[in-house]
């Protein structure tokens, strides 16, 4: 393991925070190219003379909107983050700030939760809220938006819902941005025992599917596929959709960056899901739980996971 993934989480947040920034190399290779340039494209199009309003749901740590900063997705927003968790929003903070210090941004801060960064030729106004988006109004915070984000988000929730209330947040024609939304597939090899890897991997599967949230379905592992259907029935319409899937591999017989990391708390994830199961013997599955471990501490251990990107707008 690098450093990053050698860190000991102190506890059940820091591991899923570390897990977040570790996520963020993997979801950069994943993205669909194809699907960002055309929201550059719409972005351009339609908001080259103000700031676009920008909405990220599930924001977790703030890596998206470093990524939007980074990759230049526009010059100038008015972003308003969202977060149920208050931890990963205070992480975020942090982590906005260093990141906006290393990248050569004057860095302003109207309040504990509004950072303004600046640079020749960019400006962004960041509001950080620590909220569960379904009870999030529009009128909280201001008027409706030109764009919302969802990244790695709406696998986790009840997605008609969800998509009912992002499409009542946006302006008419407004755009979302949704990507890497699961899509049914995961894969490990090097295979250990290709009827128990299938059964593990259907039964984690399953446990995403029964998900109950405050009482309430949420979560899908086909969201992917189920996306198209979804905003069709909002009257949504997809300008372009690609793969976005996470492939983590070890490069020159090393996992980079804090992939290791990601790979144990997948691991660990899947276990913690599976690990009452009646459906498992639990014996062979505490050993097939080692032997995934083992594999990644000898840089074998390719994880896949099948996720889909959509960009598109609102009825007008
Ligand atoms: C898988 S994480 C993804 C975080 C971030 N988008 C990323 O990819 O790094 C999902 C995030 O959604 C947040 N979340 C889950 N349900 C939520 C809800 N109902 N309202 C707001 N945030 C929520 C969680 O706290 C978590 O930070």
Same mark, same amino acid.
């Given at each position: 393991?690098?450093?990053?993934?050698?860190?000991?989480?102190?506890?059940?947040?820091?591991?899923?925070?570390?897990?977040?920034?570790?996520?963020?190399?993997?979801?950069?290779?994943a993205?669909?190219?194809?699907?960002?340039?055309?929201?550059?494209?719409?972005?351009?199009?339609?908001?080259?003379?103000?700031?676009?309003?920008?909405?990220?749901?599930?924001?977790?740590?703030?890596?998206?909107?470093?990524?939007?900063?980074?990759?230049?997705?526009?010059?100038?927003?008015?972003?308003?983050?969202?977060?149920?968790?208050?931890?990963?929003?205070?992480?975020?903070?942090?982590?906005?700030?260093?990141?906006?210090?290393?990248?050569?941004?004057?860095?302003?801060?109207?309040?504990?939760?509004?950072?303004?960064?600046?640079?020749?030729?960019?400006?962004?106004?960041?509001?950080l809220?620590?909220?569960?988006?379904?009870?999030?109004?529009?009128?909280? #915070?201001? !008027? @409706?938006? $030109?764009?919302? +984000?969802?990244?790695?988000?709406?696998?986790?929730? /009840?997605?008609?819902?969800?998509? %009912?209330?992002?499409?009542?947040?946006l302006?008419?024609?407004?755009?979302?941005?949704?990507?890497?939304?699961?899509?049914?597939?995961?894969?490990?090899?090097?295979? #250990?025992? !290709? @009827?128990? $890897?299938?059964? +593990?991997?259907?039964?984690?599967?399953?446990?995403? /599917?029964?998900?109950?949230?405050? %009482?309430?379905?949420?979560?899908?592992?086909?969201?992917?596929?189920?996306?198209?259907?979804?905003?069709?029935?909002?009257?949504?319409?997809?300008?372009?959709?690609?793969a976005?899937?996470?492939?983590?591999?070890?490069q020159?017989?090393?996992?980079?960056?804090?992939?290791?990391?990601?790979?144990?708390?997948?691991?660990?994830?899947?276990?913690?899901?599976?690990?009452?199961?009646?459906?498992?013997?639990?014996?062979?599955?505490?050993?097939?739980?080692?032997?995934?471990?083992?594999?990644?501490?000898?840089?074998?251990?390719?994880?896949?996971?099948h996720?889909?990107?959509?960009?598109?707008?609102t009825p007008?």
């Open positions: 393991m690098n450093s990053l993934g050698a860190m000991r989480a102190t506890s059940e947040n820091d591991a899923f925070q570390i897990y977040l920034a570790a996520k963020k190399t993997v979801d950069d290779r993205l669909n190219r194809l699907v960002w340039e055309r929201l550059k494209q719409m972005l351009a199009d339609e908001h080259a003379d103000q700031a676009a309003s920008v909405l990220e749901i599930g924001t977790g740590i703030g890596t998206m909107i470093e990524r939007i900063m980074e990759w230049e997705l526009l010059p100038a927003a008015k972003i308003t983050a969202l977060d149920s968790s208050y931890t990963n929003i205070a992480q975020a903070n942090r982590r906005l700030r260093s990141w906006a210090n290393d990248h050569g941004f004057e860095i302003g801060q109207e309040t504990n939760d509004r950072l303004i960064f600046t640079k020749t030729g960019a400006h962004f106004n960041i509001q809220n620590t909220v569960d988006f379904f009870a999030f109004q529009s009128d909280q #915070i201001g !008027p @409706l938006w $030109d764009l919302v +984000v969802a990244h790695a988000f709406l696998d986790l929730v /009840d997605l008609s819902s969800a998509i %009912g209330h992002i499409f009542s947040l302006k008419p024609g407004g755009l979302f941005y949704f990507t890497l939304n699961f899509d049914g597939l995961s894969i490990f090899e090097p295979a #250990i025992d !290709p @009827l128990f $890897d299938s059964l +593990v991997l259907d039964l984690y599967h399953e446990s995403m /599917d029964q998900r109950i949230v405050k %009482g309430s379905p949420s979560g899908d592992s086909k969201t992917g596929r189920h996306l198209f259907e979804t905003l069709h029935s909002y009257g949504g319409e997809i300008a372009e959709v690609g976005s899937d996470w492939v983590i591999y070890p020159k017989g090393k996992y980079v960056h804090a992939e290791a990391y990601f790979l144990h708390f997948t691991i660990t994830t899947i276990e913690k899901q599976l690990s009452h199961s009646s459906a498992l013997d639990q014996d062979i599955f505490a050993t097939w739980i080692a032997k995934r471990r083992a594999q990644i501490e000898q840089h074998e251990l390719v994880y896949i996971a996720q889909l990107d959509f960009v598109g707008r007008a």
